[in-house]
């Protein structure tokens, strides 16, 4: 498979700046050179490895002039897949783009699957798997933090604890092969290889404590906005978006349809759902809103439960909050720039042992103190995250960690109970398989297939 050379547009579709066609393989630079004419200076094959050149794209087969490109040469292994790679970056155009990858195809190119120069840079083992991933997830971040997680997992910061859990559990292994081979002069495993076990299952615990905020990181979080008409839902969508989104009026019942929009809340990606106040609808097409409404919150990771504080909490106020009594929530008291004091006991009291908060939509006052309420109740005692560690950011990492987690743990009781050793051993070796697929060494290839077909064609 990796004996031919792949091109794809690497790109978004659309016009640009420029628009880059990328080569990987043996044959990049001969292919590219079959159509690359430079402006000036020696042929692309003699080009030195990093450097720039102008030229034309030509159609190899009828030798017609596509578009004026810049090519770039990287001779492996010192590239994206540490392979061969030419980028030609021509004009930022679809058909552009388009008639010069098509001319690279001619040449005796084939056209990438998506995901395939990342599956090269693993296969060439320029990445590991877990790193190879963290590409997905520095062009999907949704936030300043869901980014440094994921950089931090492409420079290995997650692969080096993964390997540092493995080698803690192979040292075990070794010494109960040891003493399983040579039962005389080595004897049994004893209390240095139960302490790095100990050590092994306390690492893992604490990179599994972090996939709730890596969950989030990566995926986001939804946010609903419910309660009764006219306390200003829409007001706080608009508040936080700092536009206009929805439409605000005195009338109750404006909102009728829910409107998405996704937004950083509390440092957090998230998507918010402003709704169709709750009440008894007038008319159908409102009761059709008001059950949309009510799906939402069913849906949201959070809801946030908006009274109106210039009213004061109502029995219908009452009466959402118990509904929703399942679901983490904060309630929200709007309008405090409209009152001279707020009832807390009254807020309070809706609350439970939920958090509550006064804010004003109209100045903006308590929104920031909203945030860092969400970000506290989403991580409430979740995370043991020191600063700069790695975190989960994937599922598949999280239910690899599990495994190997179960099998560590079984291994300790079946010591602690005096099971034979060379039963130990494979419980043992069944945590080293299972930490093996985060950084790839004992992935599958349908594992392979299904991560690298998550990628965006070109990457
Ligand atoms: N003084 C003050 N008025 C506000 C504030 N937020 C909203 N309002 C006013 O309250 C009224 C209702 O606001 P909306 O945002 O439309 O309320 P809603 O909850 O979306 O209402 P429905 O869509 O009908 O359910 C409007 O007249 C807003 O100008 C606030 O923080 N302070
Ligand atoms: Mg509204």
Known sequence: MLEDTIAAIATPLGEGGIGIIRLSGPEAIQIAARVFRPKRGP????????RVRLGLALDPKTGEVVDEVLALVMRAPRSYTAEDVVELHCHGGPLACARVLEAVLKA????????EFTRRAYLNGRLDLAQAEAVLNIIRARSRAGLAAAVNQLEGGLSKKVKEIKD???????????????PEEVGDPGREEKERLNKAREALKRLLSTWEEGKILSQGIKITLVGRPNVGKSSLLNAFLKEERAIVSDIPGTTRDTIKEILQ??????????????????DGLEELGIARSRAAAAAADLVLLVVDLTVGVTQEDTEIAESLRDKPLIVVGNKVDAVLEVDA???????GSCPW????????????ELGRKIRDLILSGRALRGPGEPLLLRERHKVALERALEHVEDALRGWSEGIP??????????????????????????????IFSEFCLGK
């Not at 005796?108 to 995901?115: F, H, Q, S, V």
């Open 43 to 50: 042929s692309l094959e003699e080009t030195c490895t990093h």
């Open 108 to 115: 005796g190119a084939r056209l990438a699957e998506p995901g």
């Open 168 to 182: 803690e559990i192979t040292g075990v292994l070794a010494s109960i092969e040891a003493s399983l081979d040579f």
């Open 265 to 282: 809340l509390g440092g957090f990606p998230c998507e918010l759902v402003d709704t169709a106040g709750w009440r008894q609808a007038a």
């Open 345 to 351: 006991g009254s807020l309070e009291r809706l609350a």
């Open 357 to 368: 908060v006064a804010v004003s939509a109209k100045t903006g006052e308590g929104l920031e």
């Open 421 to 450: 050793w060379d039963l130990v051993s494979v419980d043992l070796q069944g945590a080293w398989e299972a930490l093996g697929e985060i950084t790839g060494e004992t992935a599958r290839e349908e594992i392979l297939d299904r």
